[in-house]
């Protein structure tokens, strides 16, 4: 049984960082690409960063510089590491997984398979 299991999230003020993580048990972790996508109120879910077994790295354009993806297949984790976190930043981050999306398609919600229960982030302005 797959499981992906966020870190709590939490509240903070526009300027300050957050690293969120998430475990990944059931799964061969270090064959899976792993992606964070969010999803605000009313909006729909978009995605944010991935990281594929090669470790190439993906952002949307709003976090380049700002996130960093990271994996630590022997813990079975992966990290995002948030930085100079804006309001437009709020929103619920979910954690997804893949083993067979293709590089051009690491962006789309579509492309995973499992997903984590997600976890509240908040950016007070």
């Known amino acids: 049984q797959v499981q992906l299991v966020e870190s709590e999230g939490g509240l903070v003020q526009a300027g300050d960082s957050l690293t969120l993580s998430c475990v990944a048990s059931?799964?061969?972790?270090?064959?899976?690409?792993m992606a964070w996508f969010r999803q605000a109120p009313g909006k729909e879910r978009e995605f944010v960063s991935a990281?594929?077994?090669?470790?190439?790295?993906f952002y949307r354009d709003s976090v380049k510089g700002r996130f960093t993806i990271t994996r630590d297949n022997a813990k079975n984790t992966v990290n995002l590491q948030m930085s100079s976190l804006i309001p437009e930043d709020t929103a619920v981050y979910y954690c997804?997984?893949?083993?067979?999306?293709?590089?051009?398609?690491?962006?789309?919600?579509?492309?995973?398979?499992?997903w984590g229960q997600g976890t509240q982030v908040t950016v007070s302005s």
């Open positions: 997804a997984a893949s083993q067979t999306v293709i590089q051009s398609a690491v962006g789309s919600a579509n492309a995973y398979a499992y």
């Open positions: 990281i594929r077994y090669s470790r190439s790295t």
């Open positions: 059931g799964v061969t972790f270090s064959r899976y690409t």
